[in-house]
């Protein structure tokens, strides 16, 4: 699973991507960000603020009870605003 981090996120976390093997247990977005969470301090303080933090999977918007699976292009972005 390929794993993409954008502007405020790629800095905290310290990578623009990394690719990932999360358990199979690991089937949702929520359970995704809450594994990666674990995997170091970046990514826990990175991830820790869910109104903070947008999910694409294979670039379209998802939920957090959305599906992953091995193979997907999961991104992850602060909110967007426009003007």
């Known amino acids: 699973m390929k794993v993409l981090y954008f502007a405020l996120l790629r800095e905290r976390i310290g990578v623009p991507e990394e690719t990932v093997s999360p358990p199979a247990e690991v089937r949702t977005v929520a359970e995704l960000v809450t594994w990666l969470r674990g995997r170091s301090e970046q990514h826990d303080a ?7 933090v947008r999910v694409a ?22 909110p967007v605003t426009g003007g």
């Open 46 to 52: 990175a991830l820790a603020n869910p109104a903070m």
């Open 57 to 78: 999977v294979n670039q379209d918007y998802a939920q957090p009870g959305d599906a992953v699976r091995p193979g997907d292009e999961i991104a992850f972005f602060p």
